[in-house]
């Protein structure tokens, strides 16, 4: 990083010169950390303007609509690579060559069963709660499994516990559904590629062989592509901060997942399809764009709109093609389909979408296709977490096996002046 100096000029204080940081690609960042000792804070809740570390692992690009993954782009990988590949790469910083490729596969591959005891933490659930809240459950107590990998500060506790919680997800996944369905848990098999396996677990029963679509399975790992990662996200924060007080690696993730739960974040493939649902109809959706963009109208457009993005999410460019040749190949006529697209067109096509560059995000699309694979709504987060765990690996390996500090943000006090205790009885 090339140093320039940016002058902060704050009244009652000498001239502050503050280093600027030039990165490979994206904003120049000012480093304020010598503020506090100034007397001052920066205030930016948020972190609309803020950076929170330094990462080679993901760089978007909001105006350009631009996600590359170690410099591939998004595009690249969902069309020529496959989940596990990109997992490597995220985790590594190359494409493996064929060895390494084939060593990686089947070290996952012999990480995907839990612990049979791992099975009695479901049965401590409703069977109708939520799978979201039995995967942050179940996720969160797989550090009461693992004592013998949790020296954070071992490179190969920490790569041990990568390949297990890329390997384990789809198997806890797969037993929040079966376990809100009633249906016995199915064990991974190894003959089967990594999405064949998860579709195998979720919908596969012990009475007869499974027959995995290709076309479905090729869908799911595009999906899985499309999740991995995606830079310093809220749940990829919460991570990392998580991680900065020295926690174990499977609390850092039950963390996470917990904060991808949220509407504004993983929750909403789950709110797209409430939404559309709520719709109902194409005559309805002008009604629907006006309360979105009513100020007092609480109402948002599930899957529109981005923190980052100020174009076109590009996962949801690839999405929206996968869910076209999804519904093809299966022969499935689906309204809401038409519904979105007609959705997605008309906000387009309005000022308000168009003056705040609300454009659809990777979660506008995903869900249909989710849902025309025969997987429930309240599944797709948990969906979600699973392809972004291995993002969430990366970023906490990356923290911890760099000099870091504990996350501890200030704040801007506006409360009460000191002031003496009043005894109960003298209260008014
Ligand atoms: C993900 O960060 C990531 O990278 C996340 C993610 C990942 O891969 O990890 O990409 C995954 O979380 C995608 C986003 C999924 N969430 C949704 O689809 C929920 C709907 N979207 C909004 O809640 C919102 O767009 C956010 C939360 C995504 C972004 O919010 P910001 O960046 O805080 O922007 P904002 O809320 O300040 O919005 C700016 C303006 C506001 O109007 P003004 O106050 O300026 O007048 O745009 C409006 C908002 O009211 N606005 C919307 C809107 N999103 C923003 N108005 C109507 N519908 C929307 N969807």
């Known amino acids: 990083m090339t140093e320039k100096n ?25 480093d304020v950390a010598s503020l506090t000792g100034k007397g001052l804070f920066t205030f930016d809740p948020g972190f609309t303007s803020t950076a929170s570390c330094e990462s080679k692992i993901t760089y978007i690009d909001g105006e350009k609509g631009q996600l590359l993954h170690r410099g591939y782009s998004i595009e690249e990988l969902a069309n020529k690579s496959d989940y596990l590949e990109v997992c490597y790469l995220l985790l590594f910083g190359e494409l493996p060559t064929a060895e390494q490729k084939e060593s990686f596969v089947s070290t996952v591959k012999n990480h995907t069963m839990v612990h049979e005891q791992l099975q009695f933490f479901y049965r401590g659930f409703r069977r109708d709660a939520h799978p979201m809240a039995v995967m942050c459950g179940v996720v969160g107590a797989l550090s009461a499994f693992y004592h013998d990998s949790t020296d954070i500060k071992n490179p190969m506790h920490r790569e041990v516990t990568a390949y297990r919680l890329i390997a384990k997800m789809p198997t806890i996944a797969a037993m929040c559904y079966k376990y809100s369905a009633g249906q016995p848990f199915m064990y991974p098999r190894n003959d089967l590629s990594y999405s064949e396996n998860f579709l195998h677990m979720m919908f596969g029963t012990p009475c007869e062989e499974s027959k995995i679509s290709p076309v479905l399975a090729k869908a799911m790992d595009r999906i899985f592509i499309l999740h991995a990662d995606h830079e310093q996200n809220a749940s990829t924060s919460t991570v990392r901060l998580a991680g900065s007080s020295g926690a174990n690696p499977f609390a850092c993730i039950a963390a996470g997942i917990s904060a991808l739960w949220g509407p504004a974040h993983g929750g909403a493939n789950e709110a797209v399809l409430n939404m559309l649902d709520q719709i109902g109809d194409v005559s309805n959706i002008d009604a629907y764009i006006a309360k979105a963009k009513d100020k007092n109208d609480p109402f948002k457009l599930m899957g529109f709109g981005h923190r980052v993005y100020k174009n076109y999410d590009p996962r949801a460019s690839v999405m929206r093609e996968s869910c076209h040749e999804v519904l093809n190949e299966l022969g499935i006529h689906d309204p809401q389909l038409e519904l979105a697209m007609k959705l997605e067109e008309i906000a387009l096509s309005d000022p308000y979408f168009k003056e705040k560059k609300l454009f659809p995000n990777v979660d506008f699309y995903s869900g249909i296709i989710l849902k025309a694979m025969g997987i429930p709504t309240s599944m797709f987060t948990v969906i979600f977490a699973l392809s972004r765990t291995v993002g969430w690996i990366a970023h906490w390996n990356e923290m911890i096996s760099n000099p870091y500090k504990i996350g501890r943000p200030r704040q801007l006090y506006t409360g009460y002046d000191e002031r003496k205790f009043t005894p109960v009885n003298e209260r008014k």
């Open 6 to 30: 940016a002058i902060l000029k704050v009244e009652g204080h000498d001239d502050i010169s503050l280093p600027i940081y030039t990165p490979t690609m994206g904003q120049d960042v000012i």
